[in-house]
C-alpha cells in the first residue's frame, strides 16, 4: 500500500513537469476512438484490474499455448501541445532510448568509427538491459498513472516501470563511450563529459514527459547503471580479449544467453519485454561471435586493444562522409535483408514443427516460437554486422 500511495504521489510529480512543458490533457477527457490534428494526439492509458493472474513460466496462456492478448485495455485520452519546442525535443529524446538508435548507432560506430568501442558499447548495453528488463518483471512497480499523467507512447505501456531501462541504456552508452574513449583519441575531457552528462538527461526527462515513467524509475535506472559500470569497470579488459578465447566460446555464448531468454520471468500479462530482452541478448550474442570467427579465421582486420599513442580525432570532410554514408548504407541493407531472410525461415520451420498456422500472427507470441525465432534471427543480424559487412566492404573498396 505505501507502494502505490509513493508511486501515486510520484506520478503528480510526473504531471506537473508534463503541464510545465505545456503538454496537457484535452477538455473533453472521456472516451474517444479517434485524435486526429497535430494537436489531438492520443495516448492509452493503462487499466491492469482486469488482466488474468498468472501462475508459473508461461501463465495466463489458455490450452493451446498462446498467451492472452492481455494488453491493457483502457480508453483514448487525448491531449494538447501548448509548447511545440519540448514536444519536439523530448519526442526526438525519447527516440535516442529506443530501438531504431541503437540499431543504427552501434553499427555506425562499428563500420565507421572504432569496433574496439563498438563492442565494449555492445557487450556493456546488452548487460545493462538485461539486468533492468528482469528487475521490472521483478520488481513489479507500475508505470505512472493517468490521469493525472498524459501518456504518449503505447507500445511498451504493459511492461512494468521500475527502472527505466531507457535512462540504464542511455547512460550507459554515454559512459562506457566516454570512458573508452578517452585513452585512445584526443578530446576535451569536459566536452565528453558534458555531452555524456546531457545525452542521459535529455533521455531521461523524455520518459517523464512521454508519461512512461516517475521520477523514480529514471533516478533508479541511473543509479543501477552506474553501479554497474563501476562494478563491472575491472572486468572490460576481459571484454577486449574474447575474440581470442576458447574455440567453446561461441557455444557458451549462445546457450547461456538462449536459455536465460527461455527461462525469462513469467509476467501476470503478455508485454513485449521478453520479446525485446531477446533480441538485445541474441544481437550481443551475435556481436561476440563475430569478433570470435573474425579472430579464429582472420577474415577482417581485428579491433586493437590499445593505440600506440592517442589520436586526435580526424576532420570530418566530404570525402569521409561520403565513404561513411555508403559503408553504412550497405551495412544496413545487408542486415535488413539477412533479418528478413532469417526471420521468415526460422518462423516457417517452427510454425511447421509445431503444427500452427502460418497466418496466426497471435501464434508469435507463443514462447516455444518467440524466444528462438527472436533469437536466430537477432544472433544473424550480430555476426552479419560484425563479419559480413566488414568482408563486402573490402569487396566494394570500402576500407
Same mark, same amino acid.
Given at each position: ?20 512543458? /505545456? ?11 479517434? /485524435? ?31 498467451? $492472452? ?65 528482469? %528487475? ?11 490521469p493525472p499523467v498524459v501518456k504518449l507512447e503505447k507500445r511498451v505501456i504493459a511492461e512494468y516501470g521500475m527502472p527505466s531501462t531507457h535512462a540504464m541504456a542511455? %547512460? ?41 515513467? %516517475? ?7 541511473i543509479l543501477i547503471t552506474a553501479i554497474l559500470i563501476v562494478l563491472t569497470y575491472p572486468a572490460w579488459t576481459l571484454?577486449? $580479449? ?7 566460446? !561461441? ?13 525469462? !520471468? ?48 580526424? !576532420? ?42 502460418? $497466418?496466426?500472427?497471435?501464434?508469435? $507470441? ?5 524466444? !528462438? ?27
Open positions: 500500500m505505501a507502494e502505490l500511495l509513493w508511486s501515486l504521489q510520484d506520478s503528480q510529480l510526473v504531471a506537473r513537469f508534463q503541464r510545465r512543458c /505545456g503538454l496537457f490533457p484535452a477538455p473533453d477527457e472521456g472516451p474517444s476512438e479517434n /485524435g486526429a490534428g497535430p494537436t489531438d494526439r492520443e495516448a492509452r492509458t493503462p487499466g491492469l484490474g482486469h488482466l488474468p493472474a498468472a501462475k508459473g513460466k508461461g501463465a495466463g496462456e489458455p490450452a493451446n499455448g498462446l498467451r $492472452r492478448l492481455a494488453a491493457p485495455q483502457a480508453y483514448v485520452e487525448k491531449y494538447v501541445v501548448k509548447n511545440y519546442f519540448y514536444y519536439y525535443l523530448f519526442r526526438f529524446s525519447a527516440a535516442l532510448g529506443q530501438e531504431v538508435f541503437y540499431i543504427t548507432f552501434l553499427p555506425f560506430t562499428h563500420w565507421n568509427i572504432d569496433p574496439y568501442l563498438s563492442r565494449r558499447l555492445t557487450i556493456i548495453w546488452v548487460l545493462v538491459m538485461y539486468i533492468g528488463q528482469v %528487475t521490472k518483471e521483478i520488481l513489479k512497480w507500475p508505470r505512472p498513472f493517468s542511455a %547512460t550507459a552508452i554515454s559512459f562506457t563511450l566516454l570512458i573508452s574513449s578517452m585513452d585512445r583519441y584526443q578530446y576535451p575531457f569536459v566536452l565528453g563529459l558534458m555531452m555524456a552528462v546531457v545525452f542521459s538527461t535529455l533521455v531521461g526527462l523524455s520518459r517523464l514527459y512521454t508519461g512512461m515513467h %516517475t521520477v523514480l524509475d529514471v533516478l533508479g535506472g571484454i577486449d $580479449r574474447l575474440d581470442s578465447a576458447s574455440p567453446l566460446l !561461441p557455444v557458451c555464448v549462445l546457450v547461456v544467453p538462449f536459455l536465460l531468454c527461455y527461462n525469462y !520471468p513469467a509476467s501476470d500479462y503478455y508485454s513485449p519485454a521478453r520479446a525485446d530482452t531477446t533480441t538485445i541478448l541474441a544481437a550481443g550474442a551475435g556481436v561476440t561471435i563475430g569478433f570470435w570467427i573474425n579472430h579464429f579465421f582472420q577474415l577482417v582486420s581485428e579491433p586493437t586493444e590499445s593505440l600506440p599513442v592517442i589520436q586526435n580525432i580526424p !576532420p570530418l570532410t566530404t570525402e569521409l562522409l561520403a565513404v561513411g554514408l555508403a559503408k553504412f548504407t550497405v551495412g544496413i541493407v545487408l542486415i535488413l535483408l539477412v533479418r528478413q531472410l532469417v526471420q521468415k525461415l526460422s518462423l516457417q520451420v517452427l510454425y511447421s514443427w509445431f503444427k500452427v498456422v502460418t $497466418r496466426n500472427k497471435e501464434a508469435r $507470441r507463443r514462447l516455444e516460437i518467440e524466444v !528462438p525465432y527472436k533469437f536466430v534471427t537477432y544472433t544473424s543480424v550480430g555476426i552479419c554486422a560484425t563479419t559480413f559487412v566488414p568482408m563486402l566492404h573490402r569487396f566494394l573498396g570500402l576500407l
